[in-house]
């Protein structure tokens, strides 16, 4: 039986409108072909950032399309990791948010000083600057020996950034300025030396500290924690996503353990809303059922 197929002319417009679909579709095929061949899941981070970070390499790279990024991507590690690196959230300063770690040594630190011993886990770590300021906190609160600080990325190059504890010289006045309106109870310089072109921070502040990879779209949870931090990460995920997170992080607190988010996020709508209580203003929640 022959099956007669009507043809359907596009009408005037639908050109111009089809070409963002197509875009999507490319930027669609080319996430899925990085979790594919590298296991790195991208796929439900919210689209406009992803789209704006290919853009920007297809730019530096010289290159034309989407699919040409992809087609490089597939077939050369090299670019992989240059990939990584624009896809990863990697913005962060010493101290970022002072109004933050004046509510956790406000309403946190009495909290922790009832326990034995403290694990906090750093998720999505970046550079380590963040997790630097907390070691710092913390020691001099006088919890930093009885702590254990987990600090997590997806991405291997910012881990080792931060494990060498190396930052830009020219930035320690911004975070000498973020330090004491944090809250610093000491001299900001006293924690670092200027050395190798920058800033290295004492190696006493990492001793406790453990710096690993993981992706917290297709890792799961790897121990139980009094205190989650993951500031200003979930705000590139989708919805989806978002929640897919939050119940890792459920799942890895102990009870009546505190989940630190960014300023900009929070836990209104989510699936796990009513498992906690807000402690503070600077979206400090803590664990209840």
């Keep these: 039986m022959a099956v007669q197929i009507e043809t359907v002319r596009p009408k005037q417009g639908d050109a111009a409108d089809a070409k963002p679909d197509l875009e999507r579709i490319e930027v669609e095929l080319l996430l899925e072909g990085v979790y594919r061949q590298y296991g790195f899941d991208f796929r439900s981070y919210a689209y406009a950032s992803i789209r704006r970070r290919l853009w920007k390499r297809i730019e530096s790279e010289g290159l034309t399309s989407l699919s040409a990024l992809q087609e490089r991507v ?69 919890l930093y020996e009885r702590s254990r600080i987990y600090a997590t990325d997806i991405n291997e190059v910012v881990l080792q950034r931060a494990k060498g504890g190396i930052f830009p010289i020219d930035r320690m006045q911004e975070y000498t300025d973020n330090y004491i309106r944090a809250g610093g109870k000491s001299s900001f310089s006293e924690y670092y030396t200027a050395k190798y072109g920058g800033a290295l921070f004492s190696p006493s502040l990492t001793k406790n500290v453990v710096f690993s990879q993981h992706n917290l779209v297709t890792d799961k949870s790897f121990s139980e924690f009094n205190v989650i931090l993951c500031r200003n990460v979930l705000i590139y995920f989708d919805k989806e996503l978002q929640t897919k997170v939050h119940e890792l992080f459920y799942g890895s607190l102990s009870m009546f353990g505190l989940l630190c988010l960014g300023s900009k ?3 209104r709508f989510m699936r796990y809303e009513q498992c906690y209580e807000q402690v503070s203003g600077e979206k400090i929640y803590r664990k209840v059922k």
């Excluded at 077939?75 to 240059?82: C, R, S, V, Y």
């Excluded at 896809?87 to 300063?93: D, E, G, K, P, R």
């Excluded at 010493?94 to 406000?106: H, I, S, T």
Aim: glycine share 6%; hydrophobic share 45%; proline share 6%.
């Design 265 to 267: 996020e929070s836990m």
């Design 74 to 142: 597939l077939h050369e590690p090299e670019m992989m990791e240059k990939l990584l690196l624009d896809l990863s959230i990697n913005v962060t300063a010493m101290f970022r948010d002072p109004g933050f770690y004046v509510a956790f040594r406000e309403k946190v630190i009495p909290m922790l000083r009832t326990y034995p011993f403290i694990r906090l886990w750093h998720a999505g770590c970046s550079t380590g600057e963040e997790v630097f300021s907390m070691a710092i906190l913390l020691k001099e609160e006088g």
